[in-house]
């Protein structure tokens, strides 16, 4: 009912004028139910929610790579799918946390308001994210939505001659994106998180913290990836 609730804003009020960003309507109204779950049943239920979408979005894409945002396809049925509906919320989910939590429902507003009982595509509604962030959001757009692939991370450690840990980070997917990935490190000393920015095929970093400590990836499941089986539990 959530879903269906959300289409009054966005899908019926506001729809995209060309079926081929129907993510518009459907990524919207999928995210949009999902965050209804966590205001009523708190954070962890979101968290739960988007690993089964992420794991639906990577299943569809073994079996059936593509992007998002694919203007090639003419059976226009076949835009009904995990893409649009679980691939788009993730979307807004990272994007949610790229501008931070204010803006983003400011931007989400101003893109309902500007367009309403009207049509939009893709660009207008990330001109209202721009608008309100003040950042240039092209190349987010981009590799989430029109590039047919999500990062497909391998993370191994090495001990570095200092008796600290190097984490290594490495893209295996043929486009590299650009992201931050979190990672959780829990010791003798506590829990924390530490946050890696990834722009190339391969990041080092290095930590206070020798072997035998437990390393989460994306503890708080901000990151649409791929875990790969690498050195370390995944």
Known sequence: MAHEIAHQWFGNSVTEKEWHHIWLSE??????????????????????????????????????????????ITNLMSLLSTNSYQ????????????VGEEKFWKGMRL?????????AITDDFRKCMEEVSGRNLEFFFHQWLYVAWQ????????????GETVIIIEQTQDYIYSFNLDLGVKDSKGSRTISVPVKERITKIQIKAK?????????????LFRNLPGDMPH
């Open 87 to 98: 691939k788009g919320a993730w979307v807004l989910h990272m994007l949610r946390y790229e």
């Open 111 to 119: 893109y309902y308001e500007k367009y309403r009982n009207g049509n």
């Open 27 to 72: 990524g919207f109204a999928t995210y949009l139910a999902a965050v209804y779950r966590e205001k009523n049943y708190g954070e962890e239920n979101l968290a739960e929610i988007m690993r089964s979408a992420r794991e639906k979005v990577i299943r569809s894409f073994e079996m059936s790579p593509g992007a998002v945002i694919d203007t090639t």
């Open 211 to 223: 072997s035998g400590f437990e390393l989460t990836p994306d503890p708080g499941v901000k990151l």
């Open 151 to 162: 990062p497909d991370l391998k993370i191994r450690q090495e001990t570095a001659k200092s």
